[in-house]
């Protein structure tokens, strides 16, 4: 495969925006709009490599941030990369670690930022070089440039250095990963990530330069940090209006079927968030009529499984009830079935929502989930 | 199957005193000497059914205490029974609840025990009749009488009243029990317990008496209780030289390698433990060069396997280096991978066991563990 076409992208059928993709790497090809399962520490929380491998995961993301610091990413690229370390044989994206970082309040230049551990205290700085080089050892096969994460809502003026330190960032970052890539020879991918907050003119300028500067795929990132769905549209639509048609784009910390069908509708193709993993292990089970809350005490007694209309669940196999019932006197196997279900479901409405564009009936797709979901 | 007969078992080869067995119910048949994990609250911690029937372990054991007081027998029973509530479609053993409520100090009479629950502190009454009753909704194939379980060491004058009792409860467990099934017509079994401490008059006396009133099988209990090993083979013994060649020997709470092979070696046919799931919990795992606590920081950057010389463990996938971290973080896959090694490597270790009694080799296999786990 060529390096100038890592990955390999072809969009098969669009419905509107709406776009279903073929995303090709050497060791794995996938359909899109995909969904990432986040696994922060080397494993998805409850979930093993091959409990992965039965969902048909095709793509998982691992947190830079915590991987650097535990076990190390000396240690894991002793190991042969994240791959050979968790077993897990498809895909890895990771992020650059620079979302984590931005909530540690660290200090940031233009050349990159310092940070206390949360681990140990410890002082670090990680430059968008030094991301580059982690993700290399880890042995991502799409690694983030580092970017400049900012909360919202923040200053106008706050926002806009975002931009500016995301832009020489990223040009440090794309640099050294050519570089490298020339050197060694290997076919992974870059993504480069277009900030700006809610503003569209800042929303504009920042995928004009990422997209300048040029990268193998290109993510929003700076959105769905607890703004509003509707806040998010708008400049999520001017980001993605700035991105090349024929790379994939990929929209950061999104996972809820609304607004996964939103960001679809504007033209993502992927996305990852710990949102149904996270509702798992709080009892939360997400089904074809909306999500339920299994700890409640009026499932105690039912004999049906989590969802009828979903007998492929991994967790069909027990009652409600007994799923109460596991939450109840605190077993862990609850969270695992309930991980293993959410993330069942949300790749079957993945899948669901990739043959609607084929066959021309997203927005159908997309009102009957904004009907349960929206 | 005549009910007379539950469950049928057959001594198929000896080996000293050690014994190969079948035993057969309507639901399964499994080989013995056999180890059965404990499912406390419906569940082996951190595993499911799908996940024991993997393992192909024959029987598991349900906690009568915490399921009568969470969910609640009524549930359960609701439900169809223990089988059908958790999925599981081989054997389950409860135990009669008496040995939990011995930990609570209750007030004990000649009829029964009066405890407060551990969830919330409500007062409760178990009769050896309840606790019949109690088991046979909760569907158990094997259950077992209710008994009087002092802890040790005890004086004396404790053992002796706790034998007494005994006796008196397991004839009125008996008895009911046996109208019972009469009446239902069901083949599930009843198992009745052998007390006296570490006194082997006492071990003869209640063995002779628990055999008179005449069970489906026979356990002793009172012992694993916290004594040294060397100190619980007299009485063990002394209790099984009281009972039938024909019916099968369960010693109550012992799951150590070196215990199993003792307690084997003397001719019991099956075991419970926590020992091996609990272990797996806190990081340990089994080997069949001993126990290794994997969250020691040795085995940061070690590339093998949990044990080399047993590739068809379930977490052979991983190596060391990755369960260490795993652990380190706190990822919940750990203790469920430790839990699904320490299971199949138990179930290994047994399945060699009735290998060398079927051989002729059991002497020199107990004198391998013994060297190992002695």
Chains 1, 2 share one sequence.
Not at 43 to 50: F, K, N, Q
Not at 83 to 91: K, M, S
Not at 309 to 326: D, V
Request: glycine share 10%.
């Amino acid at each position: 495969m060529n390096a100038e076409e890592t990955p390999d992208f072809s969009v098969l059928a669009k419905d509107g925006l709406a776009r279903l993709g073929k995303l090709s790497m050497d060791r794995h090809a996938l359909d899109t709009p995909t969904f990432m399962p986040v696994g922060t520490r080397g494993a998805v929380r409850t979930l093993t490599a091959l409990d992965l491998e039965e969902l048909e995961a095709d793509i998982i993301l691992g947190n830079t941030y915590h991987l650097m610091l535990r076990p190390g990413v000396e240690v894991i690229q002793e190991k042969g990369g994240l791959h050979q370390f968790t077993g897990w044989n498809r895909l890895i994206l990771t992020d650059s670690g620079g979302y984590q970082i931005f909530s540690l309040e660290p200090d940031v230049d233009d050349k990159g930022a310092t940070f206390k551990s949360t681990y140990d205290g410890s002082l670090h700085r990680l430059t968008p070089q030094d991301a580059v080089d982690i993700q290399c050892g880890l042995g991502a096969d799409i690694q983030m440039a580092l970017d400049v994460c900012p909360p919202l809502p923040s200053e106008k003026s706050v926002i806009e250095t975002a931009v500016v330190r995301t832009k020489l960032w990223a040009e440090d970052a794309r640099k050294h990963f050519l570089f490298k890539r020339d050197k060694e020879g290997f076919s992974n991918a870059q993504f480069g990530i277009v900030q700006g907050g809610l503003d569209l003119t800042l929303r504009r300028i920042s995928g004009e330069q990422i997209v300048e500067i040029g990268f193998d795929g290109y993510a929003i990132g700076g959105l769905s940090v607890g703004e509003s769905r509707s806040e998010m549209i708008e400049p999520m639509d001017a980001s993605i209006r700035t991105l090349p048609a024929d790379r994939p784009r990929y929209f950061m910390g999104l996972g809820d079927p609304a607004g996964l069908v939103e960001a679809v509708n504007l033209g993502v193709d992927m996305f990852d968030c710990v949102w149904p993993t996270r509702l798992a292990r709080h009892g939360t089970a997400l089904t074809n009529t909306g999500r339920i809350n299994l700890g409640a005490a009026r499932y105690a007694r039912s004999d049906d499984p989590i969802d009828l209309s979903f007998p492929q669940s991994p967790a069909s196999h027990w009652s409600r009830g007994y799923l109460r019932h596991l939450l109840a006197v605190g077993e862990p196997a609850a969270a695992r079935l309930l991980t293993l279900h959410n993330l069942a479901w949300l790749f079957d409405m993945m899948r669901r929502m990739r043959e609607s564009i084929s066959t021309g009936t997203f927005q159908e797709f997309r009102k009957e989930i904004l009907d349960i979901w929206g």
